[in-house]
């Protein structure tokens, strides 16, 4: 069964950044993640704008996993130096 469902991976990796931008203490607890990540993506325009429209493909698959996209945006590769 597929759902619309909405998840950010919230890990060492991308902590930080997350944290920052969302305005929310790296100490967050995954009981809090809920409100204070996932509920203000939802609030946010890009995340309100409508699917692409048909034809554009890649852009629908991007729409789709929109949120998982921003995991790709904050992650920090720790083994760089």
Do not use: H, Q
Not at 3 to 24: E, I
Not at 27 to 44: L, V
């Amino acid at each position: 069964m597929k759902r619309p469902d909405t998840f950010v991976c919230l890990d060492d990796r991308n902590k930080s950044g997350l944290c920052k931008d969302f305005n929310v203490s790296r100490n967050i607890s995954y009981a809090k993640y809920w409100d204070s990540i996932i509920a203000r993506i939802m609030e946010a325009s890009w995340w309100n704008a409508g699917r692409p429209a048909p034809g554009t493909e890649r852009e629908g698959e991007v729409w789709v996993a929109r949120a998982a996209f921003l995991d790709s945006i904050y992650y920090e590769d720790k083994a760089a130096p």
